[in-house]
Every structure is written in structure tokens, then in C-alpha cells.
């Protein structure tokens, strides 16, 4: 079968170098060639977390840790920002935990502002906020900055962040926010296979999962945490993973994250300079563009350029590149452009020239 390339918002490319540390012969996850190995990937790990705490290694996609994150940390009442598919999810993930929850409901395209959330936390009524960063279905990205403030007023409520098509692409200084868990997946910003989730928390959240009943074993922050400090995973992990994880840490602080954070910038920037020459406008209100993809407005809102999205896919796929044509109750009505990952200013242009080839048969 022919190579499709992904520049769909997860999962993405992957490296061949990453690959070839995937396939690594499996050694024991109870043995002291995997404690080192883990040894080693943590400190680049707490350094990409800005973190003084362990980071945990969770098989499971990212969804796993937030449910676990849920299980561990909600006692009273969460509150779930929601401005996209993701984060519309999460509300409904903690009703089938069990958990009372309520939607801080948010138009799609628009970010989460802190002040919306400090109005609701004010009632005193929650213990647990769930946001996610980069809403990867509207190119949304919300100021953690200014969320992450709200910490200092409520210092009680457990700040919980799904950074998964972000994480690692702009600083995300865990410690510094005061966030209590921070989590990503392995196959968005990563580019790594999908399978992985990486974690890391407050001393505060561990404190606070002590006290919740409920919070099952396979995803119990206590677990992660004590067998952390034995450079273990609380069960069979996904060895694999943890290989191309390493190599691609190594391609990462080869980089620099200053220089990678920068690529990050500079492609979403020609992505979208890319959709507004082609007569589109951009899905998220402006100022709020993430940096990791393109979310085109293509009749989802009055003023853009409207094409037949799905066409536009096929044509594109046929010349080995894949887009995405929008996702949830946008589909079709945007499409979606990634720039995670490995991505270059040479590999976003070869992407521009094969859509705009496809435009122009439309
Ligand atoms: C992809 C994605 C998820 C879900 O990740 P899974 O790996 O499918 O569990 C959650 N949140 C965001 C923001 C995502 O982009």
C-alpha cells in the first residue's frame, strides 16, 4: 500500500528513526534494563514538563488518564470547560464516572477565558476543573496563563489540563502554572505511534487522590506515583513505546525546545497565511490560533471561501498527503491542516503546493 503522509491533527507522521526504536527486542519491565532506561528518559521528561515531579508513563491513548484523572480527583463536583468535541467529551466521561459535573459551555471557536471560570468557581460549588488547552478540533488554544491565575484564588480546586495536541510544541511550564496534572498522548505533538500517555501532577493532586474512593487501579495516580519512584509502571507497560519515546526525546533536546517551539510557531503561521491566500478565513476567533494546526473556516462561519471539503481530502490523499475535513458538528464545514511534529518549512510547502494543485480541480 502506498504511503500516505499525515497531516491530519493526530495521529501524524512518524520518523523512521522513531520507528525503528518502536520495533527494539522487548526487554522486562520488572528488570534493571528497563528501571535505567526509565531513569534515563525522566529527567528530559521533567524537563519538557518543567516539572521537579516524577512524570508518569500510562499505556493507554490519553482518554485513559483523563477518566483517571476524574476517578482521582473529583470529590464534590467538576466543572468541565467545554469549547469543542474534546472538551465537550470530558463532561460526559465524568457523568459515567459517576461524578456530579457540569458543562461551563463555551461557542465553538472561541477560547476559555478566565473570567468565565472564576464566575463559576466563585459558587464554591467544585473541587475539579477539566480544560483542555488546544481544542484539536477547532484549532482553539486557551490561555493557560491566564486560567492557571485562578489557581492562587482557588487553591482547593484540583486544575486538571489535557495538553495533547500541544504538549511540547510552546512551553508548558507545569510547576510554574501551578496546574495539578498535566497530560499528554503520545501520537499528536510527539509523533510518536499512538498508545501512550504521559502525565505529570501536583503534590497537591496525589494528596488530594489519597482521599477519593474509587479510583480503580489501572489508572490510580498512587500507583503511578510509587512505582515512579522505583523508575517502574504500575503494570506491563507498552515497552516499545518507551524506546521511541527516548528517541524521540533525543531528537527533541537535539532541536532545543526554543528552537522547536519556534518551528511551531512559524508553520502554524504559514499554514494559516496559506488558508487566508486561498480566499479562507480561520475558524478560531482571532488571537486564539493554536499552534500546532489550522482549523479553515469553510462555511462553518459567514466570510470564508466555501469548497467541497471532502473532495478537496480526496484529491489531496490521491497525491499521498491526507488533511482532515473537520471534525464533530464541523465536519465539512471546516477542515483541518497539522503542523505537529517533525514538520519543516520544505515539507508545509510541498503540502501547500499539492492543496493548491487540488484547488484549482475543484
Ligand atoms: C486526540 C485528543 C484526545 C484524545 O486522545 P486519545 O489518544 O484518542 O485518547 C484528547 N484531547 C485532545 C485535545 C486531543 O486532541
Known sequence: MAHVKLFIPGPIEVSEKTLQAFRSPMIGHRGQGFKDLYARLQPKLQALFYTQQLVYLSTSSAWGVMEGAIRNLVAKKALCCMNGAFSDKWLDVAQRCGKAAEGLKVEWGQPIRAEAIDAKLATGQFDALTLIHNE????????????????????????????????????????????????????????????????????????????????????????????????????????????????????????????RYARHRKLAQMTRDWALGQGFTLFPEKGSESVTLACVNNGAKPGSRVIDAEKLVSLVKKQGFLINGGYGKIKGTTFRVSNMGDETEATMKELFAVMDAALKQL
Open 136 to 259: 484539536t478540533s477547532t484549532g482553539v488554544m486557551s490561555s493557560l496563563v491566564e486560567i492557571a491565575a485562578l489557581k492562587k484564588k482557588y487553591p482547593d480546586v484540583m486544575f486538571i489540563v489535557d495538553s495533547v495536541s500541544s504538549f511540547s510544541a510552546l512551553k508548558l511550564p507545569l510547576d510554574e502554572l501551578g496546574l495539578d496534572v498535566l497530560l499528554t498522548g503520545s501520537q499528536k505533538a510527539l509523533a510518536m505511534p499512538p498508545g501512550l500517555a504521559l502525565f505529570a501532577c501536583s503534590p497537591a493532586a496525589l494528596a488530594k487522590a489519597a482521599t477519593v474512593p474509587g479510583r480503580g487501579y489501572y489508572f490510580d495516580f498512587l500507583e503511578f506515583q510509587k512505582n515512579a519512584e522505583g523508575n517502574m509502571t504500575p503494570s506491563t507497560p507498552s515497552i516499545g513505546h518507551i524506546f521511541a519515546l527516548e528517541s524521540k526525546l533525543e531528537d527533541i533536546f537535539n532541536e532545543g525546545l526554543e528552537a
